[in-house]
């Protein structure tokens, strides 16, 4: 079974310009979060979806981050315009959705990550 | 409010040596996991174990072992003998049973290992 996986792997561009990221989940998960990590801090949540739902998007950082989830599959995550602070590795994961079942924490997958670079 | 803290912010040690990385955390819910993961330098992010609130026993796992202490909201995560290949940076993290089903993980700041041969 395929993991989660995030295109690209790496970005560079130049302040002022857009970026979108791609985040597509296992098969079946129905909970998604993206997750970022700013040169030498923690790694801090930016939101979850449920399906195409946004649960909760407190994390996202202003207005210049768009998140998405069309048909409930894939995400992305567009920055517009991008600025210097914006750089750092951009994390994805999904979830099944076990509620009501013994143990029913709903473990996170996470995918290998995008590194986004900003100059 | 929820907070984990990784008081070393790095920590060099030469192989064979035994290590101990810190982890405190602050939560309000009696209900919570903690985890440790950790991100070698291909980036990616390694799930190493998770461990929720009602289960207090120390785990071992081959070279790893962790110390969970309620009394002291500690975390703790030693590795024995330690190896080259254990370096890496090692981020504890913290989830609370969230409504809608947001179990979204609160991070330490993380601890850079290095290992010298």
Redesign the interface.
């Known amino acids: 079974e395929a993991g989660v996986t995030q295109f690209p792997s790496h970005s560079v561009i130049e302040k002022g310009q857009t970026v979108t990221l791609r985040c597509d989940p296992i098969s079946g998960h129905?909970?998604l979060?993206w997750?970022r990590r700013v040169m030498g801090?923690?790694?801090?949540?930016l939101l979850?979806f449920?399906k195409e739902s946004k649960?909760?998007e407190s994390?996202m950082p202003n207005n210049r981050f768009l998140a998405e989830r069309t048909g409930g599959t894939y995400s992305t995550l567009k920055v517009q315009p991008a600025e210097l602070e914006d750089s750092g590795?951009y994390?994805c994961a999904s979830?099944q959705?076990l509620?009501g079942l013994a143990?029913s924490?709903?473990?996170?997958f996470?995918g290998?990550?995008t590194?986004l670079t900003v100059l | 409010a929820q907070k984990v803290t990784q008081a070393q912010t790095e920590i060099s040690v030469v192989e064979k040596e035994d290590v101990t990385l810190d982890c405190v955390y602050e939560t309000r819910d009696t209900t919570y996991y903690l985890f440790w993961y950790k991100q070698p330098p291909s980036g990616e992010l390694v799930f190493l174990i998770r461990r929720n609130s009602f289960d207090e026993q120390n785990e071992i796992s081959g070279r790893y072992s962790w110390n969970f202490q309620k009394s002291t909201s500690s975390f703790n995560f030693t590795i024995t003998a330690s190896q080259v290949v254990d370096s890496a940076v090692y981020f504890c993290a913290l989830s609370e049973a969230g409504s809608f089903n947001n179990y979204q993980l609160i991070w330490g700041a993380g601890t850079k290992l290095i290992i010298k041969p």
């Open positions: 129905d909970n979060y997750y801090k923690e790694i801090k949540f979850h449920v649960q909760d994390g590795v994390f979830s959705d509620t143990d924490y709903n473990e996170q996470f290998p990550g590194r």
